[in-house]
């Protein structure tokens, strides 16, 4: 059973930087995408940026130049650095397999942005 379990989040100004972790559990770590989806209030869960076995990222327009997503196969982990972060960027962050994710999401973790 896959379990994914985020954490790192809270309340930052804007501009202010958030570095946030998951661990997963119960797949081959470094045989899998991984990626970091958001959920922000009543919008759609988007992806924000992708990891690939190799450690190439893709990123979300919105995002690009701000976040870095990196992995750490030894420990199981990714990551994902937010810097210059801005109101928009509230919302509950998830970490999950990509391109398809696993059907049972973590608890994610909220980062809230004041303006």
């Known amino acids: 059973q896959v379990q994914l379990v985020e954490s790192g989040g809270g309340l930052v100004q804007a501009g202010g930087s958030l570095r946030l972790s998951c661990v997963a559990s119960?797949?081959?770590?470094?045989?899998?995408?991984m990626g970091w989806y958001r959920q922000a209030p009543g919008k759609q869960r988007e992806l924000v940026a992708s990891?690939?076995?190799?450690?190439?990222?893709n990123y979300a327009d919105s995002v690009k130049g701000r976040f870095t997503i990196s992995r750490d196969n030894a420990k199981n982990a990714v990551y994902l650095q937010m810097n210059s972060l801005k109101p928009e960027d509230t919302a509950v962050y998830y970490c999950?397999?990509?391109?398809?994710?696993?059907?049972?999401w973590g608890q994610g973790t909220q980062v809230t942005v004041s303006s």
């Open positions: 990891i690939n076995r190799r450690g190439s990222s």
């Open positions: 999950n397999l990509f391109p398809t994710a696993y059907p049972t």
């Open positions: 119960g797949i081959i770590f470094s045989f899998n995408a």
